[in-house]
Each structure stands twice: as structure tokens, then as C-alpha cells.
């Protein structure tokens, strides 16, 4: 590991101007869980760490008029214990379904949606692209935990967020502060992930000297379902191959509109607006269920070893859609 300014400031403001500094190579700490792995390994060189945790207003669930902010360093304990955000059932199936203990009692809902790619390339030393002398080695290597969407640029890894898909699904946004100490931006979630072009840019659109401050969710209204899915390996870490979530708005049975959002399949969260075209104007049942997988599957483009994401994609979808209309045990 190489040495690094360790700074641990007390509010958002003095965090953003700790994290301007060393022309933004500097790297912010919230839980841990993944950061000090890419330390210890070099695969992230930050001359400074800012360590959020000490940030008071970066904790906890607060009601607003409108539905409820939840702070970025809320861990996923927090998210399965907090009475304020178990009518938001499927973000506490997320953290629910993250069973390593130091994650779920260290890992937070700000360092989910800021985690860098769990692609082994990255994680080897080969740069956000998986890239060797200007060539990909994820095209012609192993990729069959790789992108089956959004892969036919230079970036074939797949965003890791686990919160994202359900987060987007219920139409949630992001608190953003800096990289004035004192400016802040409220963004939809889905404008948060990019697909970088370059091993120099972000899988966000976070620019140095700007942290996640909060997630807002709206309030939960009943006429709405929400669902999700994961397709999983049954050895190892329990990082879904492909996952969906789903918010289901309906009238007398009949799908009114939807989001659909695949997770674990594209660099970013994947909204797939075929899959909801399918369904409005139709009940959910086991055929509708099927035809929007289908549709939410038939513009992927795999690699050579992942033609077997698709199948579990489609899965994913379409028993999402099946809990969401109360078709499938939850
Ligand atoms: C061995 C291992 C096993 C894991 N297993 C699982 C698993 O089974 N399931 C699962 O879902 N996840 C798993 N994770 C992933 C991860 O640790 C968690 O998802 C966790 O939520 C990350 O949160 P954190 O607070 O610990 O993030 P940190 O490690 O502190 O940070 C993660 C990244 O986000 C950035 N960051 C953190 N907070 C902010 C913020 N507020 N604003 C801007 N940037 C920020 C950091 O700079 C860093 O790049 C695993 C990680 C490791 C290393």
C-alpha cells in the first residue's frame, strides 16, 4: 500500500475541501468494506483519504413532505432495522439478501452506489477498461461474469451497485455536495452512473471534490408495486449474475406503466423501456411476465463466455414481475 494523508472531517463542507485538494487525487473512505481492498492492492492511489464517517448529517433517515432522505452512510443493517424504510420492501430485500456480516454492518447504501467494478481485470492491476497496450483484455479473455448491454465500447465491466436497479425503480435521486464546499445538486439516479470511454474517467458522474450525501426516496403509494430478483451462484459471494427490479403502477389489475431495471448486466443500471412497452395496457401473468422478459433480452449483445447471462436476464425480469403482481413468494 502506498502512504496517504488520512484527513477525517467533521461536516460535508470541510469533507468537499479536504477532497479538493492534490488536483482531486484524493479518495473518499465510508465504510471500508471495498476501499481499503483497492488500497492495500494499489489499484487505487489516492494521495489523500477523507474519511466521511464522523459526518453527523450523513446518518440516519429523515421524513421529508415528500418521502424520506436516507444518509450515505446508512449500512445495510441500518436499511433492514430502520421502521421508516420497511414500507420501501424492495431496497430492504437488497440489503437482506447481502449475507457477509462485515458488509452488512460496515458497508453503506453511499459506498454501494459509488463501487468500482468488481471486474478481476480491474481488480489484477489492468485499469478500469481491463485493457493491455490499448487492448481489451475482457474481449478476447474471461468476461462471462461480464456486460451482455451497453458493451460495445471500451468499457465491458458491469456496474457492481446492488442498491442502484431497486433505487431507480422507485424513481429515486441522489444528494450530491461539491465542488464548492457549499453547492449542492439533486440528482434522478439513473443520471448518476456513466459508462467511462477512458481508464481516466468514472463509473459516476461524481467529479473530484464531490461526495453522495443522501438518497431520496418518494413516498411509498400503494396503488404501486415494487418487486426484485436476483439470479445467483449457489458457491461464493453472494453478487447476483444478473438481477432485476421492478415498480409496477396499476389499475383494476391493469398495468398502467412501469420501470424495469436489470442490474449485474450492463456498466451502468440497465432501464429497459421495451420490456415496460410490452406490458402496459395487460394484466401480469406468467405469459406477460415472460413476453416482457423476452423483450427486455432481445437487443443484448454478449461476449464470447456470457450468452448464459441472457437466459438468467430474462429470468430475472420476469419473476420480478411475477412478486411485484403478488404471483411469486417474495
Ligand atoms: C471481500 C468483499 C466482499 C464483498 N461482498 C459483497 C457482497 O456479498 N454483496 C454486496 O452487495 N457487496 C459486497 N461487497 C461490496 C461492498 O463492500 C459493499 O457493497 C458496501 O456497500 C460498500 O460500502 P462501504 O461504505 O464499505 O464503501 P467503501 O469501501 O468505503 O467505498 C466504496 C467506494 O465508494 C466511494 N464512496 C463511498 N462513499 C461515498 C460517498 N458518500 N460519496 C462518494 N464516494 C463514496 C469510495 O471512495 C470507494 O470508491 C464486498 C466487498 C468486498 C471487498
Redesign the pocket.
Known amino acids: 500500500m502506498r502512504p496517504f494523508e488520512y484527513a477525517n472531517p467533521r461536516s460535508e463542507a470541510e469533507a468537499v475541501e479536504l477532497l479538493n485538494a492534490h488536483d482531486g487525487h484524493t479518495?473518499?473512505?465510508?465504510?471500508?468494506?471495498?476501499?481499503?481492498?483497492l488500497l492495500q492492492r494499489d489499484i487505487v492511489t489516492p494521495q489523500r483519504v477523507v474519511d466521511?464517517k464522523n459526518i453527523e448529517s450523513l446518518r440516519g433517515v429523515t421524513p421529508v413532505s415528500d418521502g424520506v432522505l436516507v444518509g450515505?452512510l446508512t449500512t445495510?443493517d441500518d436499511i433492514l432495522s430502520e421502521p421508516m424504510l420497511q414500507d420501501y420492501a424492495s431496497l430492504v430485500q437488497v440489503a437482506d439478501a447481502?449475507?457477509?456480516i462485515q458488509?452488512r454492518s460496515?458497508?453503506?447504501l453511499?459506498?454501494?452506489l459509488?463501487?468500482?467494478p468488481n471486474c478481476w481485470y480491474f481488480r489484477n492491476g489492468y485499469g478500469l477498461l481491463g485493457q493491455e497496450d490499448g487492448h481489451s483484455l475482457v474481449a478476447e479473455g474471461r468476461n462471462d461474469n461480464h456486460a451482455i448491454f451497453g458493451n460495445r465500447g471500451p468499457a465491458k465491466f458491469v456496474s457492481a451497485s446492488?442498491f442502484a436497479p431497486a433505487l431507480i425503480a422507485w424513481g429515486a435521486k441522489v444528494r450530491i455536495v461539491g465542488p464548492e464546499p457549499n453547492q449542492v445538486s439533486m440528482l434522478p439516479l439513473e443520471y448518476f452512473f456513466v459508462t467511462p470511454k477512458t481508464s481516466e474517467q468514472n463509473v459516476t458522474v461524481?467529479q473530484p471534490g464531490q461526495?453522495?450525501t443522501h438518497s431520496w426516496l418518494p413516498t411509498a403509494a400503494h396503488h404501486i408495486t415494487r418487486a426484485r430478483s436476483d439470479v445467483l451462484q449457489l458457491e461464493g459471494?453472494?453478487?447476483p449474475l444478473a438481477a432485476a427490479s421492478v415498480c409496477v403502477e396499476s389499475s383494476a389489475g391493469i398495468v398502467k406503466d412501469a420501470r424495469i431495471v436489470l442490474g449485474q448486466v450492463a456498466p451502468t443500471p440497465w432501464s429497459s423501456f421495451d420490456a415496460v412497452a410490452t406490458l402496459v395496457g395487460k394484466e401480469i401473468t406468467e405469459a406477460t411476465a415472460q413476453a416482457a422478459g423476452d423483450a427486455a433480452v432481445a437487443k443484448a449483445t454478449p461476449l464470447s463466455d456470457n450468452e448464459y447471462k441472457v437466459q438468467l436476464a430474462r429470468t430475472a425480469v420476469k419473476r420480478a414481475l411475477l412478486r411485484a403482481a403478488g404471483q411469486l413468494p417474495t
Request: aromatic content about 6%; proline content about 0%.
Open positions: 479518495a473518499v473512505l465510508a465504510g471500508g468494506t471495498d476501499l481499503f481492498n466521511i450515505a445495510l447481502v449475507h457477509a458488509v460496515n458497508g453503506t453511499g459506498g454501494d459509488c463501487l468500482l446492488r461524481l461526495i453522495v459471494l453472494d453478487w
